[in-house]
């Protein structure tokens, strides 16, 4: 499965969008982009998931790019609630979830 | 989504003894689970791979005499911890997939002593 870069750390103000960037330059055309996030002390929340269109559901949307070498997860009214470590993760179909670093999102007043 | 439940959510345990984790597909069937850990301030890392009637699939460095799993049905898998060391302390969850997403369970925390 390819390997996923985002940023260690972002800060967003609450009642703003969060935009979270992940880089998966290495991506093949058979692989999906996987988005989680895990509050602290619990397991890992499904957020969103996608192959090479744009999705949204509830929670987020999902952008991909055209090339499908990165992607952002947007939170469109980011709240306290929403402050956690999100995980952005590529693999294959029926693969294993195996998870890097992510990024940790904290929503400020 | 679907509801992956894990139980216990905490247990303490002396040093030597054993403690079984139990993890559920409450609304689905999983023929395959995964155990991940999670040291404090890193990621999830995956341990194994649990499959329904047959053996579990181990990652590279995780001792399966220590950490046995069974899969006996297709709605519950289970992780013991054998011989628990205080190096075994950890956070231990479990998941599953319905369809393509994998649902996590809400986790277990071991504190071995």
């Known amino acids: 499965d390819a390997k996923t870069t985002q940023p260690p750390s972002m800060d967003c103000a609450e009642g703003r969008a969060a935009n979270l960037p992940c880089n998966h330059s290495t991506i093949s055309g058979n692989e999906y982009v996987y988005w989680y996030r895990q509050i602290h002390s619990q397991g890992p929340q499904y957020i969103i998931h996608?192959?090479?269109n744009n999705e949204t559901n509830e929670m987020a949307s999902l952008i991909i790019t055209e090339d499908r070498k990165s992607s952002t997860l947007i939170l469109p009214h980011a709240t306290l609630r929403d402050t956690a470590v999100y995980y952005c993760i590529v693999r294959g179909w029926l693969h294993d979830m195996r998870f890097g670093a992510g990024t940790r999102l904290t929503v400020k007043p | 989504g679907a509801v992956v439940s894990q139980h216990p959510s905490w247990v303490i345990c002396k040093s030597g003894t054993s403690v079984k984790i139990e993890c559920r597909s409450l609304d689905f069937q999983a023929t395959t689970m995964f155990w991940y850990r999670q040291f404090p301030k890193q990621s999830l890392m995956l341990m194994a791979t649990s499959n329904e009637g047959s053996k579990a699939t181990y990652e590279q460095g995780v001792e399966k005499d220590k950490f046995l799993i069974n899969h006996a049905s297709l709605t519950l898998s289970t992780l013991t911890v054998t011989s628990a060391h205080p190096e075994d302390s950890s956070f231990y969850i479990c998941?599953?997939?319905?369809?393509?997403?994998?649902?996590f369970g809400q986790g277990t925390r071991l504190t071995v002593v």
């Open positions: 998941s599953a997939r319905p369809r393509t997403e994998a649902f």
């Open positions: 996608g192959l090479k």
